[in-house]
Nanobody
Framework: QVQLVESGGGLVQAGGSLRLSCAASGRTLRIYGMGWFRQAPGKEREFVAAIRWDIGNTYYADSVKGRFTISRDNAKNTVYLQMNSLEPEDTAVYYC?????????????????WGQGTQVTVSS
């Protein structure tokens, strides 16, 4: 199995920045890609960004393109989400997820492992 632990969430003012981290442990050789999703109160969980573990290709939701950056540190088995120019609409629980193929698509069903989530709150 693979365990994922997110960190870095918190409260920030609009226009500010946060960096989320997600550390993977366990059978990490099973990981071919990782992604970030978020779920705002009363809404469905949605895709934010994804990255291929081997060559680092990335893919973003239109709502965060140009503001968020996903990256990874293979040596540390960690993926990051740098969030800049945060808006109140970005308030959500952010989840890290890992998949066992090289796809970058936004479908949650492609992700086999999930973290517990970390809260991000952006005040106006």
């Amino acid at each position: 199995q693979v365990q994922l632990v997110e960190s870095g969430g918190g409260l920030v003012q609009a226009g500010g920045s946060l960096r989320l981290s997600c550390a993977a442990s366990g059978r990490t050789l099973r990981i071919y890609g990782m992604g970030w999703f978020r779920q705002a109160p009363g809404k469905e969980r949605e895709f934010v960004a994804a990255i291929r573990w081997d060559i680092g290709n990335t893919y973003y939701a239109d709502s965060v393109k140009g503001r968020f950056t996903i990256s990874r540190d293979n040596a540390k088995n960690t993926v990051y989400l740098q969030m800049n120019s945060l808006e109140p609409e970005d308030t959500a629980v952010y989840y890290c997820a890992a998949r066992r193929d090289y796809g970058l698509g936004p479908s949650q069903t492609n992700y086999a492992y999930w973290g517990q989530g970390t809260q991000v709150t952006v005040s106006s």
